[in-house]
């Protein structure tokens, strides 16, 4: 069955930087877009970055020129680099994949940026 296993969340200092990782299982990984959500308390799931099969990647506006999402199709990883974190990067980052079984989520890591 299709699984995602994110980890590296934890709590930085504005201005730092976390490294959140997926690893993917169950499906043919090199075939899939990929895909980093993220949500606040409060605030609706939100899509953060996604990357297609061959590495072109798209941004949300918040995040452009601080993420970095990267994929490694042979290791079935997925990554998000993130720098110049804010206080309002903080939430639980989702890794998602979408196929014929919709909608895959892992268990979420939790990012806390704060002083």
Known sequence: QVQLVESGGGLVQPGGSLRLSCAASGFIFS?????WYRQAPGK????????????????????????TISRDNAKNTVTLQMNSLKPEDTAVYYCNVRGVWGDKWGQGTQVTVSS
Not at 31 to 35: H, L, S
Not at 45 to 67: C, H, M, Q, W
């Open 31 to 35: 075939i899939r877009p990929m895909n």
């Open 44 to 67: 609706q799931r939100e899509l953060v970055a996604t990357i297609s099969p061959a590495g072109s990647t798209n941004y949300a506006d918040s995040v452009k020129g601080r993420f």
